[in-house]
Nanobody, 121 residues
Framework: QVQLVESGGGLVQAGGSLRLSCAAS????????MGWFRRAPGKERDFVAA????????YYADSVKGRFTISRDNAKNTVYLQMNSLKPEDTAVYFC??????????????WGPGAQVTVSS
């Protein structure tokens, strides 16, 4: 079982940048594709981005394509989400989780506590 802790969230003005990190415990981290999801206030949790086990493939939600970049460092058991050109509608709690499926957007396993990202206008 992979356990996850997200960090790097905060308050930023529109147009700014943040980098989220997700530290995973467990020896099987490098075996999984990993995804980032987010839950905005009053909404369901949505897919944001995913990366294959070796970093060779990535997928993005249309809403973040061209602004967000997912990456991973298997030696550090960590996956990252670089967020640029942030918009107020990106305000949400961000979660990372192992994923399955052809677009790696099916979450599996347990959710971490998440990282709050707030973008002011």
């Amino acid at each position: 079982q992979v356990q996850l802790v997200e960090s790097g969230g905060g308050l930023v003005q529109a147009g700014g940048s943040l980098r989220l990190s997700c530290a995973a415990s467990g020896r099987t981290f490098s075996s999984y594709s990993m995804g980032w999801f987010r839950r905005a206030p009053g909404k369901e949790r949505d897919f944001v981005a995913a990366i294959s086990w070796n970093g060779g493939d990535t997928y993005y939600a249309d809403s973040v394509k061209g602004r967000f970049t997912i990456s991973r460092d298997n030696a550090k058991n960590t996956v990252y989400l670089q967020m640029n050109s942030l918009k107020p509608e990106d305000t949400a709690v961000y979660f990372c989780v192992p994923t399955l499926g052809p677009t790696m957007s099916l979450p599996i396993g347990s959710w971490g506590p998440g990282a709050q990202v707030t973008v002011s206008s």
